[in-house]
């Protein structure tokens, strides 16, 4: 193997798929069947939620704040469901970043449902909406990774746009084929994190697409397993460990990583949902006993699709006029459900348990 040095461009990156030799070692089969069990707990237990709409925004949100943090964007839950909400006029930059995100893998998601495929075209439109311009693809040269304290070049990408544009298109193809396996979605991050195809934004682009492989390959339903959390608590070793694959060819600590990540956060996500279920049932019987007049499942479940909710979001849900919109709102708060608070003119009301459950 050539001698690894990090300023020289790696203009040699290999074609996928891998040497099988290197990915599929006994302890990654054995580490891919427990993944494969927790995801597929977690396919079959999002459906205990009849609304799904109120799981992708929950759990789409966490990832939207985690991903966004793992590049230094820091914001705060409350600022995004205030911005989700459009209960306010002036939004953080980083809150603005978390959303562009959320957008971004919105469209995404759509996109792998309607055509069962991802092209380089979609994957450079998630990256502009992440970013907020059109540079699209590395033309020039010059791109290379430092570490933020010391300025040391760690790793520098393919330079030349002809070999970037060849090493994508080998990545889609290989995305796109029959072969299904976790195994697959670990070899993918680490070839597109190592291309680095764009000036901006690859991290999150590319943990977009994980996510929508995830869909594709019918592991999941709708998009709510995400690693970000899991790279935060682990950033370090994430960043040694890509390396280590391209040093050293270390393909087996990487993917049992991943796989490990995988296996965990699908874990943390089932007890989440079903810590939903658990409220939501709990809501519903409170209103029934105490509200009876204005329960309605449509009501409910507004409130959990809507943490951060409104009279508009309810005259919507439930066909019902502004004037008895915010009388239910004060209704719910009266018994407890919700808690008001004014922005400028506007009374936003929020379903505090649910913001807590989900700052945990």
Known sequence: MKEFNPSKPNNDLSFLPPDTSKTET???LKQESKASAA???????AHIIPNQAILINAIVLQEAKDSSEIENIITTKDDLYKAVSSTVTKITPA????MFYRE???IGFQKVKQRGILSINDIIEIQKILIKNDAGIRTTQ???????KTNEVIYTPPQSCDVIQRLLKNFVEYLNDEETSLVKMAVLHYQFETIHPFYDGNGRTGRIV????LILKGYLDIPILYLSSYIIKNKSLYYELLLGVTKDNNWEKWILYILTGIEQTAKETIVKIKSIRELLEKTIETVKEKASKIYSKELVETLFVNPYCKVEFITKSVNVERKAASRYLHQLEEIGVLKSYKIGKENIFINTELIELLKQ
Do not use: P, S
């Not at 995801?39 to 237990?45: S, V």
């Not at 809150?95 to 978390?98: I, L, R, Y």
């Not at 010059?142 to 933020?148: E, F, M, R, W």
């Open 95 to 98: 809150t603005k970043e978390v």
């Open 142 to 148: 010059g791109t290379a990774l430092v570490n933020d």
């Open 210 to 213: 994980n996510m929508l492989y």
């Open 39 to 45: 995801i597929a707990e977690l396919k079959g237990i």
């Open 26 to 28: 006994v302890q990654i």
């Open 104 to 106: 971004a893998l919105y």
